[in-house]
Structure formats: C-alpha cells, structure tokens
C-alpha cells in the first residue's frame, strides 16, 4: 500500500485545515488507516484512525470534538478535517495503513505503510 499525504500549511490560531491522505496498491477493505503526528522534539503521537469497512473512528482525546476523520471510498482516499486548530496542534502530520486488531490501531507499531509527512503550523 502506498500512501500520499497533502494539505498542510500555515493556519492561524482557531482556524481549519484539511488534511487527506490517499491509498493506491491494493484494495482497502480491510484496512485501518491512521493519522499520526510528530511534534517538533516529541514523540510521534497517534491523532485518529478510522477502520475503512464499516468507518469505525477512534481520536485522542486532544482532538475530540475538534478534528474529523472520514473516508472516500470512490476517490481511496482518508481525510482529517482539522477544526478550532491551537498552537499546540502544530506538527509534521502522517498517515499510515495496516490491519491491526481495533484494539491496537493506536499504536505506531501496527501500521507497516506510511506515507510522507505534511506539516501543520498553527500560528497563535
């Protein structure tokens, strides 16, 4: 599976972005795909994760209420619709696929397909 991801930029304090990320490869059915993000100095942490059949979501509490991640099936393609964006959401945001046990899919480790890096810079 391969992945690219776009839509980064320069938003200010409280503004929107969208991110998307699309597959190529194979077919996804059986597919959850993540959002990660990289922090300058922090560690990779998990952001979303969305299971392509059916559309099961799961978010880090950080985001909740705040950012939306949704699937095309037509257009193979996941976004991450990033909303009321602080400082702190400032990143290198990645995209990744694999096929773990839900229970798992936050984790870093269970994703084997990456796509590049977009960055988000939040400006207060």
């Known amino acids: 599976v391969q992945l690219q991801a776009s839509g980064g930029g320069l938003v200010q304090d409280g503004g929107s972005v969208r991110l998307s990320c699309e597959l190529s490869?194979?077919?996804?059915?059986?597919?959850?795909v993540g959002w990660f993000r990289q922090a300058p100095g922090k560690e990779r942490e998990f952001v979303a994760a969305?299971?392509?059949?059916?559309?099961?979501?799961s978010y880090v509490d950080s985001v909740k209420g705040r950012f939306t991640i949704s699937r095309d099936n037509a257009k193979n393609t996941v976004y991450l619709q990033m909303n009321s964006l602080k400082p702190d959401d400032t990143a290198v945001y990645y995209c990744?696929?694999?096929?773990?046990?839900?229970?798992?899919?936050?984790?870093?480790?269970?994703?084997?397909?990456w796509g590049q890096g977009t960055l988000v810079t939040v400006s207060s």
């Open positions: 490869g194979r077919t996804f059915s059986s597919y959850t």
């Open positions: 969305i299971r392509w059949a059916g559309g099961s979501t």
């Open positions: 990744a696929a694999g096929r773990p046990p839900w229970g798992v899919a936050r984790m870093i480790g269970s994703y084997k397909s």
